[in-house]
């Protein structure tokens, strides 16, 4: 799968490169580099070398090769289902942990899997899907094993949802991401990417939100996103797993989750019913193209730019739900006229994200305006709606 001469002199390059500056036996990672590739005893080294950061960044030079094994929590779902079929796509190797969660219709994840076994027979990808549950120990021991990188995106999503059902998000959200961070300690993996979310701001002091603004999460949902955060930079702080965490501005594209303001009125406005707005409308919004969210994960796999930190993900081309709705109506059904129902709980007000950050270190760029977005979303429905909608509907 990779040239084992490859892996040998850029080993020995890297252990030089490294060796100079840590303390730790090189030999424990050798040996683990042998448990995992065949290196054919082509590698003779002398310990007392790498310190643990060190280790991992030999570890990661040593598998940059055609394909990593890379773990998506939340695979079935919307945001880990593209990344999955991206990944797929880029040649590396999936297995994805996902409880098909019965928050929205099985059928859209039942869809997205049946997508990623195409893209996995085109390019002859290895590719695993396993039942199961971010919060059972013992099964995400297993899977987080044979990962290079772990891409978590299982969570309960849904700001009203965990102001139903506080103990339930926590249990998911919190639990379940120190399950995984344990197992990623235990496994060496070379680096945790967690999906976070603009709900950590919460209430805006000054927008756009720089990463550095203070966080105070307005919902349940919020106060779990942001303690993730924290219990991974803890990880990087205290045993050197690497971590990422990307905050996510409502993010959107085919095969979203029913229950958001885009599908929603989209929704609608195809069957010639009025979009409903919740509150005054007046609520501002960065809308994130799924593509766009890809993309920073991708680049991440391969980069150290990030890792301890957080980094926002948005569009920065912010909009109000009632010019969105507008854009949608218009797009669908001019004639219609917008109705207002009173304001969701835990609604943050305004999301607007600063993209400066990820354009320094890693290159971001947003790559569509919300208008241009949203008219591919609509191409997208239409050309979907046969199975997507039913589904959309049911949900
Ligand atoms: P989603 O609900 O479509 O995907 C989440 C997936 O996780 C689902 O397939 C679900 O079955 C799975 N899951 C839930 N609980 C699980 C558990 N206990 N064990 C294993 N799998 C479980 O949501 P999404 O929109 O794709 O969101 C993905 C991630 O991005 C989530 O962490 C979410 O909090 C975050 N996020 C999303 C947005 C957005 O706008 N969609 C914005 C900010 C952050």
Not at 80 to 102: C, K, M, Q, R, Y
Not at 264 to 277: K, Q
Not at 289 to 299: H, K, L, Q
Request: aromatic share 8%; hydrophobic share 40%.
């Amino acid at each position: 799968m990779y040239a084992a001469i490859d892996i040998e002199t850029k080993l020995i390059l890297d252990i030089v490169l490294f060796g100079r500056h840590g303390t730790d036996p090189a030999a424990v990672f050798l040996h683990r580099l042998r448990e995992k590739y065949d290196l054919s005893g082509t590698v003779e080294v002398s310990p007392r070398w790498t310190s643990i950061s060190a280790n991992r960044m030999c570890f990661i030079s040593a598998v940059r090769r055609e394909g990593m094994r890379i773990l998506v929590t939340g695979g079935a779902g919307f945001i880990g289902g593209h990344l999955v079929e991206s990944f797929l796509a880029d040649g590396h190797d999936v297995t994805i942990l996902d409880n098909f969660e019965p928050f929205y219709a099985e059928g859209i994840k039942r869809h997205t899997l049946s997508i990623h076994r195409e893209v996995a027979d085109e390019v002859n990808a290895e590719y695993r899907f396993v039942e199961g549950d971010v919060r059972d120990t013992e099964t995400v021991q297993k899977v987080v094993a044979d990962a290079d990188v772990v891409v978590h995106q299982a969570a309960q999503a849904g700001v009203r949802e965990s102001v139903k059902h506080p103990r339930k998000v926590t249990d998911i959200n919190v639990d379940g991401t120190v399950n995984l961070l344990e197992a990623a300690k235990e496994a060496d993996v070379m680096r945790v990417i967690l999906a976070s979310s603009s709900s950590v701001y919460g209430k805006p002091h000054s927008l756009p939100y720089e990463e550095d603004h203070p966080t105070e999460p307005v919902s349940p949902y919020g106060v779990t996103k942001l303690t993730q955060e924290h219990m991974a930079r803890v990880y990087t702080e205290l045993h050197g797993l690497p971590t990422v965490c990307l905050r996510y501005f409502t993010v959107y594209g085919p095969r979203m989750r029913p229950n958001m303001a885009i599908s929603n009125f989209v929704s609608r406005c195809i069957n010639g019913e009025p979009p409903v707005i919740y509150g005054d409308g007046q609520q501002t919004r960065d809308f994130t193209y799924v593509d766009d969210v890809v993309d920073a994960n991708r680049t991440l796999l391969e980069s150290d730019a990030v890792d301890g930190d957080v980094l926002n993900i948005g569009s920065s081309d912010n909009i109000s739900i009632q010019m969105l709705a507008e854009t949608v109506r218009d797009q669908l059904a001019p004639e219609l006229e917008i109705v207002y129902e009173s304001a969701q709980e835990a609604d943050a007000e305004h999301t607007h994200a600063s993209v400066e950050k990820a354009g320094e270190l890693i290159g971001y760029e947003p790559s569509r305006t919300i208008a241009e977005g949203v008219g591919e979303f609509i191409e997208w429905y239409q050309a979907n709606r046969e199975w997507y909608e039913p589904l959309v509907r049911a949900s």
